[in-house]
């Protein structure tokens, strides 16, 4: 569209299959194509009246992509297809067969007669006897690669059973499977469910014992009707004469709501097996019991690239193994080596693959040697001696057929030493030699001494040398995994103890790692201030201290490294406690020892918590408020020093220059652990929430002065409101409110409401806006309601801080629905005289009654509602019922094909039932117009209004219901503009497709095909219009229009040449 040229145009994207929606973010670079192109004048519209040159003009990019599971749980859709393969040995991913000597990925083994055999296993893909007939794009399949491992099977024996599934999309599916089929020997194919259920009769039974079972083709066709689903196809093979076995098929399944294959399943799977490698030239020699057996029970494991485990399997009694079921992508296959076996294929023990679509990936094959030899009954031990050494204790298991004499350990790890690395019968008596084929020696010891520490699990290995004599036998290499151990395995606690040295504990520790590892014990104390005021070692412990008396040093008495075991004979007490923060107090204990580098450093460290008091002791704290705005504080004084002084007075000191304490000295008489109470003590100068801050002193009459730092006090709230929890404040508002009935009027309070509180009461009233009241927490509201009946009354409560500002910014409401027997009209209503059996004219002639609820006409308000007196037209509001007040439900908009005019559709919630329903207009003075009132049907279910006349800018609308007992309803509408309307006939369509809309106008319409690409586009006015299609190839196709208004939908028809 831009002047004297082609714009770019926007790419566009259409979902074919509902069940799906784009998600497409990516973008994708286009590359430019110059295409000539030469535009005449016969190409309309075309308005120039020049006939240009020819221009150069860009191509689109179709670009493609598809979900990771195109199959939707609600229909066929893209997935659909009319035909399903059915043939033995066909890969329908590539349209090819597999190759002899692979997997079928679509037919699986999931029975045998052969004992321990695991099932399911893909099917193999066999090579054709000589003696075989052929089937186009088929392969023979067979139970196991190797016939000599099939079993005559003839029955009542197990059948080698094999399946192959499908599925189907929708119920009362027609289907038909027709099977052209040769077996050797015998077989029968029939259908069966996805429990395993035979659906009957058999298609396809070859019972021949001759050579027509495999060279004449046997062939068999049945219908069946199934439900959506999966469903397999079963085929019971038998070998009756000889090894050679197999089973070819060809064949299809025709029909509807079929599934296409991949949709229906696109896993593949790995396979293999674990055999026994004689010769250990890593590869599977003449497999089968005659040659190199498999292997059973060995771990083999299904890993992601990671290596992390995802499915773990043992192999069966023929070696194989099989994970099935494998969804597309990169996985590694590992074995779990077990001792006494060497892995020869693969070297590293593992295999990574990629898994394609319904492919079988294998044989992946695992080859292991026995090994020459094999350590067995191992155990390693942590050693002190040398320390960070280990024990390592062992038998050797001889798997040669020489007697062992002797045998040494080589190519060590770099930096360790073993002690010993050699041993022979000379030198182990008792313990060697060791006996050819399986013989195993008796315990034997070495030392295994590290480089340095270990700190984490350490793997190491090393050569193990046989001899028989002097000969060597063989050798092999062994691991071994070195744990780390923890030093700290020690342990400090204390307890108390009545001592006149103050506060004073027993502390006992204990050494369970090694004698010659930690060298002193060193107390610290952590808390500042505190000091070690004594402490005693006894004959156990030789103490030092620094000189600060806050860290002390504990050697064994005598020199040497702290022993092993427990040990007591230490005591420490605490001192210098004068503040409140100084409690509690915490004292380390850490376990020095000496690294490489002859450096002392910490090697473990514990931390001891300890409460002890400091000379003064403050308890029995008081506050009060008095009326004057001060506070009277008291509270009790206990002489702790020690050692023990006589006090004669005690001090208070404040440390604020604004707030006294009055009187702050006081004269008492108190020898050590006695107590006396102080007070009371008036303060002034502070606020509410103020934190007083002070130290207490006792002082005797000679000048000994010891104090107590860091009390404090915080000052109460005395009258003033206060905020309450967050939670709190939830409980109150959920307490609710009760009522009780003062006629005319009722009452109300809420049950947790306080004089610091707002409520905010809100009477919901038929015909009338809500009716709002405020009061305070504590009082109670009085209401008088129109009359009796039922009433919603909800309450907002709101804390309010001593600033009188709110407590939190959201406030809580809490509603319920009343019933009363009292209010205004009480003689309003007239029960007797409501009798909804009367016939009222069906006319929308709206009443308003004295209880304040719009009627449709007077008859309704006299005989449905029982009012007594009414005036002409609505009430003033809307009314609407107040424990319900969403009754109008405005569902849809119908624009069908039979219906050209959009319609509103409304209906009543609940119990409610329609009588009328109107679109009503406000006009320029306020008087509200019907644009359509309609009757509604006996049932009033559902009312339809016809939108025309409603403007989507201007004016204000309202849909107004009545329901059973004639009472209005009202509920604002917004007139927005109506989606397009488009019918499009026939559908299928052969030649010719008629397109009505459902307003005249100027419309432009596009045509796709499936793939996105644009076929045609056409230009024309009115509500008619005729495509012809004859030309275009049959398949399914995207109409899309635009109307003058910028609104577009689109719509898909199929296009058949039948």
Known sequence: NNPGGFGQRDALLSVLNPEFE??????????PIPLNLVITAAQAPFTSPVIPTPLALQTAVNIDWQTTSPCSTGGCGECATDQIILNTGYDPVNGTTYPAGTYDGLWSLVESPDAGITVPRPAYVVAANTAWANQTNTGWISAYPQSNLNSNNPKPNAPYGFRRCFCICDDDSDITISLNALADNNVEIYLEDDLGNDIPPTIVSITSTGTSAFQTVTSGTMSYTLNAGTYCLR??????????????????????????????????????AKFHDLDCNGKWDNPGPNGEPGIPNWQIVLCDTLGNPLDTVLTDAFGYYTFPNVAPGVYMVKEINQSGWAPSTPPTGAYTVVVDPLQIVGPLDFGNCRSCGDFVEEEVNFSCDPLGSYEYTFQLQNHTGDLVTSFVLNNLPAGYTFTPQYFSQWT????????ANGGISGPLSITITPPAPITVPTEICFDVVLFSGANEC????????????????VEVTATAIDSDEGCCYDITVTNDYCDNFFTVLVTEILTPGVVFSSYNGGSTWDVTEDNLNHRLSWAPAGGGNIPTGTFGDMTICLGGIMSQTQKPQYVAFHWMSVNAAGEEYIACSDTLEFNCEGCVIVSEENIVCNEDGTYSYSMTVTNNSNPAHFVSNVVLEVYSTTIAFTPNVFNVALNGGQSAPIGPITITGGNPGDVVWFKTLILDTDG??????????????????ACPPFEEYVQNVNAGFTFAEDCPEVNFTAVAGTECDLVEWEFLLPGQPPVTVQGKGDETVSFTFPGAGGYGVCMTLIPINEDGKRCFDEAIRYCEDIIVTCGQNVDCIDQNQIDLTVVCPAVFDPVCGCDGVTYSNACAAENWGGVTSWTSGPCP???????????INLPNLDETAQEIRPNLHVDLTGKHRIRFAGLMRSNADGVWEAIDIENADFDGSDVKLNLEGTDPVQGQYEVWATDAKGRLYRTPYTAGPRPL??????????????????SEGRYSVELYNANGSRMLTRSFDGFNATLSVDQLPDGVYILRAMDDQGRITQQRFVKTAR
């Open 235 to 272: 085929a019971d093979l038998r070998n009756l004469s000889g090894v050679a076995m197999g089973l070819n098929i060809q064949g299809a399944i025709t029909g509807e709501n079929l599934v296409e294959t991949l949709c229906c399943t696109n896993a593949g799977g790995i396979t293999g």
């Open 877 to 887: 509001q809307g009314p609407n019922d107040p424990n319900n007040p969403n009754v």
């Open 474 to 489: 063989c050798h092999f290499t062994h691991c071994i995994t070195l744990e780390p151990i923890d030093p700290c395995q």
């Open 704 to 721: 000994w002065c010891c104090h107590l730092d860091s009390l404090s006090i915080t000052l109460p709230d005395c009258g003033g409101c």
């Open 22 to 31: 784009s998600d497409c973010t990516q973008d994708y670079p286009v590359d």
């Open 428 to 435: 182990n008596p008792a313990e060697l030699p060791i006996a």
């Open 981 to 998: 309307s488009l019918n499009l006939y026939p559908n299928p369509v052969r030649d010719e497709l008629t397109l009505r809309f459902g």
